[in-house]
DNA sequence: TGTATTTGTGCAAACGTTTGTATTAAATAT
DNA sequence: ATATTTAATACAAACGTTTGCACAAATACA
């Protein structure tokens, strides 16, 4: 580990002050242009690198933000991450990237980890597990921007940028009874968690604004794996349940009930129609009839938010919520026109 | 933003040098149990939280690493990423993850952001621009642990975590083998890169102690994704070409082959049997064979050997290259038997 | 009782910057 | 020519820690 070049070597080798070279790093007007010059060549011969804890520790604040998800390694959250540092990235900001296993526990370390690393600010999405603030009280009483995604708990009042699922369902829905299916199976996900209440939600109502009767066995509720949209056509099948499409809360269960209807020689879409909801990229492969989350946009408004926050430094009492607009991707799963 | 709590604060308050607060915060036996304990409770009270800048600067040295990746949100990365995460958080490290975006410059910026935050090492995958070291050399001259994985420069001596290419395709072939398929198909990415010349180096020498010959036509370079795979099919139909397997050295290209089989009511695995390489997600979903390339195991490695090299600030000329074995995983799509 | 040792604490320098103020030299005004 | 302003640079303090050294009090040893 050779010794790091400091502005104090670039002054010696210059016969200056390193107050000088330091103006001079930094464009001062107050520093002439020859000498600025002589500084950054000098600073480069000698391959200058800022200590950027010194900077940090003398400005007060660091140019880095804290991201806490539940995993870094899912689709959802990998895009939304991309988004987030591709923002920061152009803002001069860096991110610090935390991931809480889902756990109340490590998002507790998480959100200590970051305040004590200095972050300007953190955007989060909660674990599964949360179910109040109590794991990152520090962040709200330490009074540093904030801003949650996608999870949000919906009785704290706070930044937010979620998903509009409500609409999202209802598009589904509404373009399968436009293609003409009527007896509409829904697959839901745990109705506890508000994103599938919502999706139940516009569900309902495309029924209702296109005069279906609303039938609640057709309302399927499970953890939407591939498994389990297997099984629940293997019974809707076995119960002779007489039903013409389906429009799953999640893209695995779309997928398993694809993969059983195609067993049981029905075709998708012409007998049955399928979608499923939040195109996942095996969906577009398949083309299989989805919705599309834009999670790279979530991250990039959470971050967009997030600085505007920290720049202007209003720690107010302003709350935004920005909703986040999701598309219906149709594909061949439910085009029988 | 409320003031911050130092240790001079505390100290003040509790008629002590700030040394000696500094001390018992950090269990120096020359402190007696008393003051730690008071210390402790009043720094608990204030609600104290270290200065990390001023520990990194004084100490001159950060726990924290750099990773580098082309992507954050491919699904490959984005396990090496978990994999890096977890075992650097069980050592006490943060990480700094930038992308490259496939860039050298990008790259190039990476490594001076993270040299300048003083990371105490760096991981990387070089992007597929990149062809020599300059991007990095400030790595190799500031002389600090340094570990790339899948993706090296073959004429680089370093620490390096890398996938067995050329045994995973063999395995692949030779599976195809004993299931009985004989003219074998290999669809390969551009040649140029490394892992796929591994790769069909692999297919080569399994047809060869199978004693099969070696068919340079059935050899077919191409960019290996979906449409890629639906076209090569396509053209091989039109020509007529006899075979009856297809190893593609990437998934979606095999993806794209059964898709096109599927379409000329080609029976997979009946007719033609069909392997990809890397065990895509949707591989699994739709029973693909294919290779798991253990991208976790690879993170967590590549996190392994760089903070051995960390703790014992053993910059040496002894470099390491492990080898991570790839799996072969066995699905329907090549199951003729 | 006096000296040596141990134990705990205080003092001050240092890490590498930024930045307010002082100083010098040059340029302009009187 | 001298006084005043301006421009460029130098000096020094500060950010919040860690840590070597000095010191005082308490204990041990002779």
Redesign the pocket.
Known sequence: MT??????DI?REL????????????D?????????QSVLKQAKLMG????S???K????YSNTIGLIVPRINRVFFSNVIHGVETIAKQQGFNVIICQSNESVKDEEDNVKTLLSNNVAGIIMSISKETQNESSFQEILTNKIPFVMFDRALNNLVSNQVVNNNFKGAYEVTEHLIKQGYQKIIHFSGPLYINIYQDRLNGYKKALADYQIAFNPDFIIENTLTKDKGIAAVEELLKQKVDFDAIFASGDYSALGAILCLRQHHILVPEQVGVAGFANEPFTELLDITSVEQFSTEMGKSAASLLLEKVQRKEISDQYQNIEILPQLIIRKSTQKL
Chains 1, 2 share one sequence.
């Open positions: 010794k790091k070049v400091t502005i104090k002054a016969n200056t002050n390193y107050s000088t070279v330091s103006r001079a790093l930094n001062s007007p107050k520093i002439s242009d020859a000498t600025k200058y690198q800022p200590n804890f010194a900077q520790l003398k400005k007060g």
